[in-house]
């Protein structure tokens, strides 16, 4: 096992370099990681898992972990299972996008306002499972942290 | 020319981690939209690791280019475990050696320096593809 401090949870994004949700879930799950919840997460990096990274293949399996897909494909998460261990919690992006009304969000490489507006929805739902993971009594992100880079 | 030979697949790692990550998918950006958009196309590492059918048939058996951010790379042994007959690697730790100069920062937004390293790194990775092109390899 990895030498890490306990009560953390940990956050795997597809990362999807094909669609512009995989770029959402990239800077959602940065934004949790940074602002939201520094010191509640981490992020494992899901090719790892294939490229023999056994740090992560050990951490997914004995903490919480989280995953955030882009698609339906559910590559994190379903890849995460199949290395390690079923992620605590999954978050597909389309399926915030669809229930919030976003329409188009920019491209893979540059994601416009409205994308960054989901990468935001998205960490804030990161963001509420971590504290539901770790039984905290959820905070107010949205009054806390505004968007990166606003 | 028929117009119909099939593109190189480009992997770029998915490193969340690190700026040098950060550079590799930016890299892939350069390569495929903007050096050589007829001759590449991405194909998403996430779904190699996963072993999807349709992902795996794009790269199986053919030639491909590897952009890694660091020495584990990811994306190389996605795409050997996936069957490519030939993996070219790039790596953005090599390429910031040869341009010592810059020190790239960030991670969703890299800095001027993670921009130019992407570029210098893309423009490598060109060279590659024009070989491959040149060699009909990729077929």
Redesign the interface.
């Known amino acids: 096992m990895p030498n890490l401090p306990r009560k953390k949870v940990g956050l795997i994004?597809?990362?999807?370099?094909?669609?512009p949700e995989?770029t959402v879930t990239?800077?959602a799950?940065?934004k949790v990681l940074e602002t939201l919840r520094p010191d509640d997460t981490v992020?494992l990096?899901?090719?790892?898992?294939?490229?023999?990274?056994e740090g992560e293949r050990a951490f997914a399996r004995y903490y919480p972990t989280i995953s955030v897909d882009g698609c339906d494909?559910r590559?994190?998460a379903?890849?995460t299972e199949?290395y390690s261990s079923k992620p605590l919690a999954s978050i597909v992006v389309t399926e915030i996008a669809k229930e919030s009304g976003y329409g188009a969000i920019g491209t893979?490489?540059r994601l416009d306002e409205s994308g960054l507006r989901l990468a935001d929805a998205v960490a804030d739902k990161i963001a509420e499972e971590t504290d539901r993971l770790l039984k905290r009594k959820p905070k107010d992100t949205t009054r806390r942290a505004g968007r990166?880079?606003s | 020319m028929s117009g119909t030979r099939p593109k190189i697949p480009v992997?770029?790692?998915?490193?969340?981690?690190k700026s040098l990550g950060a550079a590799a998918?930016?890299a892939?950006?350069v390569l495929v939209?903007d050096l050589r958009p007829d001759k590449t196309r991405?194909?998403?590492?996430?779904?190699?690791?996963?072993?999807?059918e349709e992902a795996r048939r794009e790269v199986a058996g053919g030639e491909a280019v590897a952009i890694d951010g660091c020495k584990?790379?990811?994306?190389a042994?996605?795409l050997a475990?996936s069957g490519a007959a030939k993996v070219h690697k790039i790596a953005v730790f090599d390429v910031v050696r040869r341009h010592r100069g810059l020190k790239p920062e960030g991670?969703?937004?890299l800095n001027e320096d993670g921009l130019r390293l992407a570029r210098a790194t893309a423009d490598e990775a060109a060279k590659i593809v024009d070989e491959v092109d040149a060699e009909g390899g990729h077929a």
């Open positions: 994004s597809c990362s999807g370099e094909e669609l995989g990239r800077r799950v940065r992020t990096c899901l090719p790892l898992f294939l490229a023999g990274g494909k590559c994190a379903l890849a199949k893979a490489r990166e880079g | 992997v770029p790692c998915s490193g969340i981690g998918r930016e892939a950006y939209e991405i194909v998403a590492l996430s779904l190699l690791v996963l072993g999807d584990l790379e990811c994306a042994k996605g475990c991670v969703c937004d």
